[in-house]
């Protein structure tokens, strides 16, 4: 008759058994530069989500006929970065191995670079596609290598050149444009080019990283850093929409959102929007599948 | 020599004789599902209004040559919402028999069936336009038949099928979507269709009712369930100026601020820029006008 | 392996069998004539109480330790102020006959009349202690009997004269004194008079109501109505563990949190320590008895 | 049938002619050398009262039974700050000459020059009681010496030594605190000696501004430049009431409410109840009485 | 060894010897009519600049490579709006005597007066190019001439018809509209028609003068008078590039942020981001060159 | 003619030569396990001191006539919690190493770790006199043993028993507690004890670290991990002082404000003002003597 308190996002309570993606928070933002406030994110995504439908009249698609299951967010030590990412790498191994699709809400963007480490081990060729205003390609940032501005780097480290497409950049170093030009696909300010990218990873493994300031300020200002001259919602939600349903995405994360920076809470409910948006996307797709091209690297 | 301190939407202090337009608040959110707050709604308008000129570009108009008067807030039995919305009702006939055009500012969404029982009783034919982020066409919410969630529905009970057009919705339930497809007229995201529509309703008594989400959270935060996605500041003021010059608007309102939830008051200005452009609009229109054909219903 | 999200206030997750107070909450706040909000405080309260040790030094003991169960929120009908509190009571009643102690979450001060009923129906000779700012003595208020601002008036119905003990009161109507004066016995500004009480209330069952704005709003701004010139924090702490460590407590609430309002997170700790004291204070009473004097009313 | 609306401090809307004490609005902080936002203090008192009563059970007196008028807001002109001393200077002799009392709202503290103007005139005995967190003694600020960190130099130039009496004062330079020692009465950090001062006062006119930056911070926070170390708001309340039931107050102010500054509202709720308590103190007294030794300076 | 703590915008801490921009703030709000606060944003930008990279992708030009000196703010004497103006016109004599150009960050946007006295002084043939959401050109604003509803006007005194091109107004009076129309150059709502002005006043001096404001609230809320409906910040971002790497621009400011009425700080970081790329552009500019037309008044 | 803008504590601009004190800020906050924020805390405040005077009405004491230094904030390693604590022992150690006395602004508390290590290196036989809500002598927290619950105890590590004594106390775990109690002084809830142990501590030379959240949050909002039941403003600035006036101070920091969570920013001026009154108490003592008894461990 009585039972503890349950919390999950939208309808994500589906039996363990048959999920197929399993939402997970890492609440974790100690090296971000700026202004912290990431930990909070996935909680207030979970909590939030309460104020959408778990209909969606883009898709015409239920959360209710879905099948995802959230885990809660890890504990994560926070202050030491090195042990947070095997945590968030060991959860992220466990789901793989579970045939399931892990699906990681931030938290600061380095989280990223936990889950990536268990999806690269488990698809050796796998691509990324990144969304983000900031290319986060540095060789370390204040002396630190594990820092959220050189995720995308740490991530190239175990792909090699010619894996990672980036989309929305309108900030960054001079030096790391440079070094970008010869080792990633970089496209500037917005989505153009997303179509031909899907069209060219057809069929491969795909993991999608959201950072979500990539839409703009007045949209989206509760976030570490704010970079104004962003895209909008309704880009940002197409975007999503066409990776997550054309895409062969086996693994995905939805990043940087700080709601202590925006009191209003709509940044929480964009960031609810576009997570439901991606699952529903996600719902007709099947992550693991035979035949396919999954242990060779290289395009 | 000395008077009580008078407060009123800007320049809307004209004689009651001689004033077309009654402004007043409903300053009621109890049956907010999401976040309450709107009640501030009606007061933060009036008072914020002195930020803005009484003179619009837009239109080349001034609200000092207006006939408008503000009558300030109801005071309504929070928590009782039957007796509510008699008292709305109440108020809004007593202006229709004094041959004014009643403009009612929310509080939340519900307020609009108050008004709207008087609307209808006088004029039987009327038609609704609706510009709103929710289709607000529930059944019941909670448990609740007077519900914002419900409210158009219970408008149509009055009015019966083919009456309510809806403009710019892009959340609901798949019940909502279903029942509506068969009942009302819903355009999703925008306002396409917005001339045929007022081509359509030429001469017919219209009551207008604008549920300010309609607008994107990135404009407009402060309100109660935030809705990504929505359309601009400029889209809405040039739907609801057309609306209010073309069609023959008998019966107003606009609602769901909540000033709580926009420390930076920029929520609050766009509801009272929209008022305004509403009211110079409404200002050429005269509501009441002999050969119309208000007497039966239908198209 | 994998199992979906449980979230409870502080260590408050134990076996349904083996717990003696099941907490709950009741995020309603539909009456609240000022500002709106408390319907966001028992999330608020078991969200943030991670930022507390469940050890407390002032008892030296440790919420591990003990025997409480969070049920987490009802899902209410808000807007509907009489089926809102039958779910409250229902639920109540269901607590009381599983021979458990319930401990209420409000939301706003209204919802311990849903409590209170079926508390007075199984314990016909209980008596109130209640801790306010306000007398909530008034017969109605704008019309609505069920409102916030009447809560003690319709407990007194349930139970009658000397029955309710009021402590900390600074605000009320001159009715709402005068009234009371010859059916209640009203403490004003402070806990003076607690203890006599407590010795007087000695064996019979209580239901013990706080209202946290009867702390100061320097302590506590996060609530509906701030009322300035209350107590500290630690003169509640003092007087809730006395309460509870020496009168029989057969139910209970802390109410009027409205996390909105305080930016700061401040309100919600003192809200969540408050609640962390009463229950350790609570975990070394058994609220049943054989023996005990429960079935006649009167003192 | 049809009125325009009023808005009111509660219960302030006496008719003019019997009314004893005329309330009025400054809105003005152009000197202000910190954080601005004054001029929003005197529109969130009156409105925000609502949330109080108009009966205090610490003077067991109702607002409903008193004679106070309140007129709204002065228009000023901001930025020319020798005309908003003069417009509230005008206001305030008009108040004068009609035998009535001026209860001024700030504002920063310097729109205090601008009454006591007026009452120095009308009064040329008067003196100052002067509740503060600063000494406001400065000959001049960056350069102006119509600012509000000069006030009560500026107040000294028209009555001289041994007028102004200050309380609670506990910050300034160390020039003011020694020009001040030989000038004016000054006690540190609270109302020791107030007693004692209202003695020797008795039966001479008295001006009475109150910078509610006298009160803590944490009771507080929502003010110009908040200065830790001050009284609670109880030892405030009662400071007020013994000035206003003992001394022969004039005229008198309540400043330095910067409502932007605290949005849980405790700030200006904290101003309300000290206008409040002010207002049904000063209901027993009569200002102006025949035989009053109102025209010789000089103690 | 041990030295000062230095604060200057991204990399504005070049050589004053070879600086070509002086970088000042002037922190005055005093004539702010509706909401102060703008005396704060000089020193956010300053300090919140490290949110930004000093490169920009845009442009493919960085800070580094600059020769921009910031000099702090003017302690400015609030309250005397003379004397304020009075500073601000003497530091920007200096910085042109000392063959540099000005670059003022307000502040209102009255200190826009005090700099382009100098600049008019020294370059009497100069133009004005002002993006703004309001035409401030009021003959005087509720009794005031020094106000920064009217700036645009006092300008205009100084120089005369055809002088000024006003981009983005949105909002003034019936009368600002009228006298403007045959004095000054008026665009409504966006930036239409700049690339034909900037043909016009090739080799011609031109002081540029930026209201944030011009934004829509929606990217921008932090400011004193949000006007709904303004240009995007990249709209934005584009027109003052093209103003600063086409006109000779010999003087310019950015002003109107508010910080405090943006706590999302997504303002202040729009802020930035428009001062970093006018810097940028301007760097490749020559404010002063031999044989320039510019002791010739007229067009 | 033209210089950098440079920014410092309140008249904390001294000749590096002569200055006696050396403040600097540590804005570090990685390790936070609830609520971070506090790297913003030593900028902001250095800029809001400005708020305050520098003469102190209870020390008759000031600035100006000091002899302190502010060198500004460290350039830490976000996220590489070992590097950031060796940046502050350097600096630290640098400070001392001039015969000067370090005075550090946090940060999160671990950053004390940082500058005790060089100061215990200096000093073998030094003390620590530590103010706090929370105990800090956990072992590890979620696997970290750098995390700044456990700062005392990795400082004890360094010193050993009998060399710490704590007051304020107000949090921990039980085994906190029950270490403690065989290891260091743990005083309870407020500075019972302070003068005995001061007389016991004579001539020794004492580390004095200061965790703002000492205070109540009602004084003291703004901080990582509020805890209710605190100290006064008063109650702390009297110990304060205490401490720096008749111990021999060494070393000191003060630690945990966190801006971002104040609004109001009360508690900013509040560390304003703790540092302004640390700052005179040390003036006249001098931390370095001939004849100390520095070099020998043990009391």
Redesign the interface.
């Known amino acids: 008759?009585?039972?503890?308190?349950?919390?999950?996002f939208l309808e994500c309570?589906k039996n363990?058994h048959y999920?197929t993606t399993?939402l997970f928070g890492a609440p974790f933002?100690?090296?971000?530069?700026?202004?912290?406030?990431t930990?909070f994110g996935p909680?207030a995504i979970?909590?939030e989500s309460?104020?959408?439908?778990s209909?969606s009249?883009?898709l015409n698609e239920?959360l209710e006929d879905g099948s995802v299951?959230?885990?809660?967010?890890l504990?994560?030590?926070?202050?030491?970065?090195r042990?947070a990412l095997e945590q968030i790498e060991d959860r992220t191994r466990?789901i793989l191995q579970?045939a399931k699709r892990p699906f990681l809400l931030g938290g600061e963007h380095?989280v990223t670079l936990g889950a990536f480490r268990a999806v690269a081990e488990r698809y050796p060729n796998v691509h990324i596609i990144h969304f983000d205003a900031h290319a986060d390609l540095r060789e370390e940032y204040?002396?630190?290598e594990?820092?959220h501005a050189c995720v995308l780097r740490r991530c190239w480290e175990l792909v090699g050149d010619g894996r990672i497409y980036q989309f929305g950049?309108?900030?960054?170093?001079?030096e790391e444009?440079t070094w970008g030009a010869s080792h990633v696909e970089t496209r500037?300010f917005d989505f153009d080019g997303l179509e031909e990218t899907l069209d060219r990873l057809k069929g491969k493994p795909v993991y999608f990283t959201v950072d979500l300031d990539v839409m703009?300020?007045?949209?989206f200002?509760?976030t570490g850093?704010?970079?104004?001259?962003g895209v909008t919602?309704?880009a940002l939600?197409q975007a999503v929409t066409m990776v997550c349903s054309r895409a062969r995405v086996v693994g995905c994360d939805v990043n940087e959102l700080s709601p202590?920076?925006?009191?209003?809470?709509?940044s929480t409910?964009?960031a609810c929007?576009i997570v439901r948006e991606m699952l529903l996307a996600l719902q007709s797709m099947r992550p693991h599948g035979k035949g396919d091209d999954d242990n060779t690297g290289g395009m």
């Open positions: 008759m009585w039972s503890k308190n349950v919390e999950t309570d363990p999920a399993l933002d100690s090296t971000t530069s700026y202004r912290p406030g930990r909680a979970r909590r309460y104020g959408l439908e209909y009249p883009y239920d299951l959230d885990l809660g967010d504990e994560l030590c926070l202050g030491d970065t042990k466990e579970a380095l204040l002396g630190a594990l820092s950049i309108r900030s960054g170093t001079r444009f500037l703009d300020p007045s949209v200002p509760g850093t704010p970079e104004p001259g919602f309704d939600r202590p920076y925006d009191q209003s809470g709509a409910m964009a929007k």
